[in-house]
């Protein structure tokens, strides 16, 4: 089981394009919206997410396999001053549930100290809140259970790797041929 949180602001590249990718290699995903199911991407997109988050969310006992956390602004800082992520953040972390993060959304693993001693990339400008992290500038970083991404244009790319790490090399080897991706 994935969470994938939807704050007021999101990227819907980032967010829409991931939570496809991922279940079309069969995984469960389930979105959460920061405030409230209604959530309205940064281009004026609105979504209805599964979700809010005013129930109990899921922890590895429960299944819980990853966390997302698409960028965007403003709602990389919406879900920065979330206590409901930040609460799900620290629960995986210390569970070694996978924290994947893309764009602006590195810095919210960041200023946790989540990325420290472990390469990460994040959208140009966002580096100094990846405290501790080696920046590699790349479009994507693989560091164990974490996962970050530069930007919209590597989403597909980004998803790949949670398929690579949730499913399988193979898994997310055919999906990325099937969708024209090399």
């Known amino acids: 089981m994935v969470l994938l949180f939807l704050a007021n602001g999101f990227e819907e590249i980032e967010a829409l394009a991931t939570v496809d990718v991922l279940r079309r290699a069969g995984l469960t995903v389930t979105t ?4 409230g199911a209604s959530v309205t991407g940064s ?4 979504v209805q997410a599964d979700r809010d988050d005013t129930a109990p969310l899921p922890t590895a006992a429960d299944g819980l396999q990853a966390v997302i956390l698409p960028g965007g ?10 206590e409901v992520v930040n609460t799900c953040l620290d ?7 996978l924290l ?29 809140d990846l405290l ?3 920046c590699t500038g790349g479009s994507v970083a693989v560091a164990a259970d974490r996962i970050t991404a530069k930007g919209a244009g590597v989403t597909i ?4 790797a949670i398929v690579s790490r949730l ?13 024209q991706c090399r």
């Not at 959460?32 to 405030?35: E, P, S």
């Not at 994947?100 to 989540?114: D, T």
């Not at 499913?167 to 099937?178: N, Q």
């Open 32 to 35: 959460v919206g920061v405030g």
């Open 43 to 46: 281009h004026g997109i609105a």
């Open 73 to 82: 602004l403003p709602g990389t800082e919406n879900l920065r001053t979330s």
């Open 91 to 97: 629960q995986a972390a210390a569970d070694g549930v």
């Open 100 to 128: 994947c993060a893309i764009c602006a959304a590195p810095s919210v693993l960041g200023k946790k100290g989540l990325l420290r001693g472990r390469e990460a990339t994040c959208y140009p400008g966002y580096e100094e």
């Open 132 to 134: 501790g992290a080696v």
């Open 157 to 160: 790319p980004f998803a790949l």
């Open 167 to 179: 499913v399988s090399e193979e898994v997310a080897a055919k999906l990325g041929e099937a969708m």
